[in-house]
Every structure is written in structure tokens, then in C-alpha cells.
């Protein structure tokens, strides 16, 4: 098997693999299922050149079981068999004309239907950066909803419809993926998968030479030294003459044997493991340990006292005249910051006239950058988004009219209808809606003033994850498909509300829909008037 990995040398002399990373990418389901079609498009092709070959084959073959009886005759009496004249002309017009079209069909290529059809199919694979994001998915998942290797590798997921499962050479690819990123972390979970799974009896492409090489240099980049020897010395068992194993086993007995010169004592061995564990809990910011413990649905609980504060009711959205003898299901979803949700509010016509819209127009997800207030890529954004407009097609007008009744904020002054698909693993991380005071041309290009308000829209349930998360106060907002939730960025003052700071969950299972409306602050100035307090 061969690996595109090139070997390099540190300055101590230790051996290691290295490969070129590739930048992070995101998966969408949208676009993600016209893949599944392009396949479908393949196999049937692939079953049509089987056909061929078949065909061409059985023509081959009842061609040979003709000649095979024919001269096993012929070759008992020669001069007999030629002495019937029909024999004679029929052995000159096979040798001179049939064996030349047999030669023909044994030469011609039945492929050219299928290399055809792959090749103007090609253009729309996946490419490397594709499988890394993938892959780099998977590890998001597995860091957010705390699950183990095995039960990844098994498929057992919740609400799975479809399972699946990855074999030894996937994990072994995951592990590979992981280190590119200097990832020693999951390198060795998932590197310790493959060779488990090898080890269990699996059949595979796998080598267990490549993979404890991965894992013994990833075990000791974690500072577990005596594990790295010990995988070393596996992979020396399997393959004694491998140059950079025994080179490794060298260097590892040399950093051994300088320890026990030092006298190190165990003691001070656990003190720095102790270090390192340290240094990594720092990195491990308190923030996204929140973050994803609402995302797993272990939040803080409301107490009974706040819960009670909590109703739901029918809205008319301050006697809008559409909404009087007709008024919507609301309902509060937590206290502070205030956020409600709007049940039925979208109905299954108008979210697939919205996903059509967008389809097509569905690209890398974009968020503000503070210091040119400009849109751009951002790695804690994944997901896939589009814009419409109102102008475009009566469902969105339609829509942008429901949002300000029932907010009483102009839309004239809104962002366009942002439409995001969140495939598995897709996720936004903590971030907030508004712009700082630290971020002044946040919206600048707009001239509409800071984001006053947010809208969002849930066009899908979603199997497992996805959930919308404030990290700050401990709420977790759920989709459910057909229903908005809306919360105020900023206090009437037009400070910002940094309670709102808000995230959206990786799915786990599923496919997750959503639209969103940013409401600014020009036009509200009679509708949502300033208090004299700050943080009012």
C-alpha cells in the first residue's frame, strides 16, 4: 500500500512522519445528495459495462465451444475431414475471415460508455479537502457529544436510519487526517481503533506496520514514553529491519537512560504529567466546555421559581390587524435574555419554496470580520449558506412581511434572508450576533446601524444535535421544524446584550435547515424607542 507521506528528521534524531495539511471544509447535505445520485448515475453505468463484457464474453465462449468440438473431429482424421469439400472452404473462410472478427471482438473495449460517464462525472467528486472535512466532522462530533471510537466506528449513534460502520483502513485514515493537523489526541485514539479492529480478525488493506508507526510517535508527542516503546517494539516484532522504528527505539532508550542519570524519580515523572495535563485543561477554555455540555443537553436547569415565569399563549402581535382574528402560537423559551418561539409559523410549501431558492446558491458560510467589517470565512462556522431577497419571490416577501409584524421592527433596514444548511458536523461556535464597541465598523458598509435583533427560522427537525445554545446563560433552544425563534440583541439603550452570545450545535444525525433575519437598528428608532437606563 502505498501512502503519500514524506519523512523527516528532528533535531534530536527522531524519525517522523509529515504530509501537507489541508485547510478545513465543510460538509453540506444540501449539495451533498446530488453525490448520492451522481453515484446511483455510476453504478448503473458501472452494471451496463458488466453487461457488455458479459455479453461480449458469452460470444467468446460459444465461439470457442463450436471450435472445440469441431476440430477435436477434425484433428482424429485430418485428410478425412478435408476430403469433404464444404470442410475445406469453410477452414480457409474461418482461418481467413471469423478468426479476424473474433480477433476483433476479443480487442474491442466495451468501457468507452462507462470512462465516458466517469469522466464527465469526475468533475463533480469530492476532492481531498472535501475528505478532510469530513473527516475533521467526525472529530468534532466525537470531541462534542463525548463518544468513544468504538461506538463511532459501530455506527451506534441515536436516531440513526441507516447504519454504518468504518472499517480498520477508515479509522486508519481518520487517525492519518488527525495527524496532518498535529492532532496527536485523536491520532492515537483512532490509530488505536485500526489496529484494535485488526486484532479482532477484520479483513483488510490495513497494515499494522504503518498504523503502530502512526501511533507509537503520536503516543510519545503525548509524552507517554514507556507506551511509545512498547508500540515500537510491536512494530519491530513485525517487521525487524524497519529503519525508522529502530532508529525511534534508539533515541527512545537514549532519552530513557538520561532520565535515570538525572535520578529522576517517579514522583517527578507524575508531577509533569501533571504539568501537561495542566497546560492542556488551560487550553481547554471553561467557555466551550459549556458550550458543549448544552449541546449534549446537560445545561444548567432552570429553577421551579424562574420555570413559572415561563407561558405560552396566542400573539397577536400587538393587535396587528393580520393577526387579531387569527393570532399565532408563542411561547417562552427563557426568561433572560427574553427568547421566544413562534410555533407554525413557516409552513412545509414555504420552506421548500425557500430551499429551492437557495440551492442553488448555497456556498461557504460567511460571518463579519470586526477589524475590516468586511464578510470572510471563518474555521468555527461550518456550514453552508444563501441569500434572498424579497423582491425575488413572493414566499420571501411574504415572510419578510410575517417578521415585522409580529417583532414590530422595519425590515426595510434588515439583512436578506440568510438560508443555512448544517450538514453532519456542521456547526457555528460561540460568537455574537451584534458588533462590539471594540468592533465599530462591524456594519459600516450597511449604514444601517448594529444588529438590533435576530430571527431565525428551523426548516427541519434534526435526528440528533443541532441544538442552538447560549453558553452564557445555559439555555438550549432545540429545532423543531416550523417554528422561529426570536431574541433582541441589544437593550433599547442600544448597548449590547453579551447574554445572547449564542451557538449552533454540530448535528450529529440528520440534516439541519435553517433561515435567519438580522433586524437593524435604523427604522426602529419609534418602534423600539431608547430608556434612560443603559442596560434597559
Known sequence: MAFNKIWCTVALGLLLPFSCAHTDFFTSIGHMTDLI?????????????????????????KWAEKLDQLTDTATKDPEGFLGHPVNAFKLMKRLNT??????????????????????????????????TGAAKALLRLQDTYNLDTDTLSRGNLPGVKHKSFLTA????????????????????????????????????????????????????????????????????????????????????EYIMAKEKEANKSSTDSEDQVEKETEVKKKDYLPERRKYEMLCRGEGLKMTPRRQKRLFCRYYDGNRNPRYILGPVKQEDEWDKP????????????????????????????????????????????????????????????????????????????????????????????????????????????????????????????????????????????????GTAVFWYNLFPSGEGDYSTRHAACPVLVGNKWVSNKWLHERGQEFRRPCTLSELE
Open 37 to 61: 445520485h451522481t453515484e446511483k448515475d455510476l453504478v448503473v453505468s458501472l452494471k451496463d459495462y458488466i453487461k457488455a463484457e458479459e455479453s461480449k464474453l458469452e460470444q467468446i465462449k
Open 98 to 131: 471469423e478468426w479476424g472478427e473474433l480477433e476483433n471482438l476479443v480487442l474491442k473495449d466495451m468501457s468507452d460508455g462507462f470512462i465516458s460517464n466517469m469522466t464527465i462525472q469526475r468533475q463533480f467528486f469530492p476532492n481531498d479537502e472535501d475528505q
Open 169 to 252: 483502513e477508515d479509522c486508519f485514515e481518520l487517525g492519518k487526517i488527525a495527524y496532518t493537523e498535529a492532532d496527536y489526541y485523536h491520532t492515537e485514539l483512532w490509530m488505536e481503533q485500526a489496529l484494535k479492529q485488526l486484532d479482532e480478525g477484520e479483513v483488510s488493506s490495513a497494515d499494522k506496520v504503518y498504523i503502530l508507526d502512526y501511533l507509537s510517535y503520536a503516543v510519545y508527542q503525548q509524552g507517554d514514553l514507556a507506551k511509545a516503546m512498547a508500540l515500537t517494539r510491536r512494530l519491530l516484532e513485525l517487521d525487524p529491519e524497519h529503519q525508522r522504528a529502530n532508529g525511534n527505539m534508539k533515541y527512545f
Open 338 to 481: 427574553r427568547i421566544v418561539r413562534f410555533l407554525d409559523i413557516i409552513s412545509d410549501e414555504e420552506i421548500e419554496t425557500v430551499k429551492e431558492l437557495a440551492k442553488p446558491r448555497l456556498s461557504r458560510a460567511t460571518v463579519h470580520d470586526p477589524e475590516t467589517g468586511k464578510l470572510t470565512t471563518a474555521h468555527y462556522r461550518v456550514s453552508k449558506s444563501a441569500w434572498l431577497s424579497g423582491y425575488e419571490s413572493p414566499v420571501v416577501s411574504r415572510i419578510n412581511t410575517r417578521i415585522q409584524d409580529l417583532t414590530g421592527l422595519d425590515v426595510s433596514t434588515a439583512e436578506e434572508l440568510q438560508v443555512a444548511n448544517y450538514g453532519v458536523g456542521g456547526q457555528y461556535e460561540p460568537h455574537f450576533d451584534f458588533g462590539r464597541k471594540d468592533e465599530p465598523d462591524a456594519f459600516k458598509e450597511l449604514g444601517t446601524g448594529n444588529r438590533i435583533a435576530t430571527w431565525l427560522f428551523y426548516m427541519s427537525d434534526v435526528s440528533a444535535g443541532g441544538a442552538t445554545v447560549f453558553p452564557e446563560v445555559g439555555a438550549s433552544v432545540w429545532p423543531r421544524k
